[in-house]
């Protein structure tokens, strides 16, 4: 399993796009400083089902490392959009 976790880590990490302004527009925002857009986040809804698509609900709920594997394929599959915010994961 620690292969295929750091297999997705790198692909999020080669697929990611960070918009260099975007840590600063969020800082203005936050102190209400007036911006060219929003930064907004987008992410695919998760009230339907689990994350990913290898790992089913029970398999995650009594696995943390496939747990892990399925939010890491969620990040691997957006990484490649462009987000104001870094790209951040913590276990």
């Known amino acids: 399993m620690n292969r295929?976790?750091?297999?997705?880590l790198k692909i999020v990490d080669q697929k990611?796009?960070?918009n260099s302004q975007?840590?600063?527009?969020i800082a203005d925002v936050l102190e209400?400083?007036?911006?060219?857009?929003l930064p907004l986040i987008f992410w695919k809804p998760?009230?339907?089902s689990v994350p990913g698509n290898t790992y089913d609900m029970e398999e995650q709920f009594y696995d943390k490392e496939k747990m892990?594997?399925?939010?890491?394929?969620?990040?691997?599959?957006?990484?490649?959009n462009a987000f104001d915010a870094p790209i951040?994961?913590?276990p």
């Open 22 to 25: 975007g840590k600063n527009r």
């Open 46 to 48: 998760q009230n339907i």
């Open 4 to 8: 295929e976790i750091k297999k997705l």
């Open 32 to 37: 209400n400083k007036k911006v060219s857009y």
């Open 68 to 80: 892990l594997y399925g939010h890491l394929e969620e990040i691997a599959g957006c990484a490649q």
């Open 88 to 90: 951040c994961y913590t």
């Open 16 to 18: 990611k796009r960070i």
